[in-house]
């Protein structure tokens, strides 16, 4: 799932647009031999918005983000139009602009990540960790298994879903919702039984011919590389992931989907873990 681009670049560039039009009109009014009865609009955006603007970038860089989604490769844990509370004290905050991290944590199997994606590190993905480092993932019509584990897998009916907390919405008409436990806290996904994990893998990206053998179509294994993880989205017939453009390096994590904020058109979704 695509979140776009990040706010925090911007947030970099007013706040220092804004400190520098404060700096130079201090500079300024040390040279005048008094003040005048009114600032220039310049003058005033640095004064009166500099404080505001790098309270906010500082808070969105150190400690939290609040992304909108977009598109519905992560449901049903995410649906479009959630607005996501990202936690950066997860795993650490990473300055704007650089990988630069100053780590409290790493990634587990299981977490919703948002990352940098690798093909184009201006623009932020968020998916679920599926595979560690050393982790042998099998991959079969949708669901996984990881290290030989018997797969652990649960088609839902409704009731089910509801004690779960889950709801079906439009989009999730003629889908299995599964219930899939590898290694990690249970999730349900949405499974399209006329796909049935069929998208295949990109083997022409050299990281996944080097560490995937595939057997058939919505068949494979793969071999997470050191460093590196193995991300899944929970839409699994919709959606971009590692199938397509191989392993996150550690280095791209950006941070951990912890709730949805909010949701304009599914007011009940207002607080709700991830």
């Not at 560039?13 to 310049?42: D, I, Q, S, Y």
Request: glycine share 8%; net charge neutral.
């Amino acid at each position: 799932m695509q979140i776009g681009l990040s706010n925090n670049e911007f947030l970099f560039c007013a706040t220092l647009v804004t400190g520098l039009c404060r700096l130079a009109w201090r500079l300024k009014l040390r040279a005048m031999p008094e003040p005048p009865l009114r600032r220039p609009l310049w003058a005033s955006l640095g004064t009166e918005l500099f404080v505001a603007v790098a309270l906010i970038f500082t808070c969105r860089v150190a400690v939290a983000d609040w992304p909108r989604v977009p598109s519905g490769s992560m449901e049903p844990t995410l649906r479009v139009g959630d607005f996501l509370l990202i936690n950066h004290l997860a795993y650490g905050p990473r300055l704007p602009f650089t990988n630069t991290a100053i780590e409290f944590g790493r990634p587990q199997r299981g977490d919703v990540v948002v990352f940098r994606y690798p093909h184009d590190v201006s623009q932020f993905f968020v998916k679920r960790l599926v595979g560690m480092p050393g982790d042998v993932v099998s991959f079969v019509d949708g669901t996984v298994s990881i290290n030989g584990a018997t797969p652990d897998v649960q088609v839902l009916e409704d009731d089910a879903l509801a004690a779960l907390s889950v709801r079906r919405s439009d989009e999730d008409l003629g889908q299995w919702m599964v219930r899939e436990a590898a290694s990690a806290p249970p999730r349900v996904l949405k499974i399209n039984p006329f796909v049935l994990g069929r998208l295949p893998l990109n083997l022409d990206d050299a990281s996944i011919s080097a560490h995937c053998t595939t057997q058939r179509g919505g068949e494979w294994q793969c071999t997470v590389p050191p460093g590196h993880y193995l991300m899944l989205g929970d839409n699994r017939d919709a959606s971009a992931d590692s199938r397509a453009w191989g392993f996150l390096a550690h280095d791209q994590v950006y941070g951990k989907a912890v709730r949805v904020l909010f949701n304009f058109d599914e007011p009940e979704r207002a607080w709700m873990p991830l």
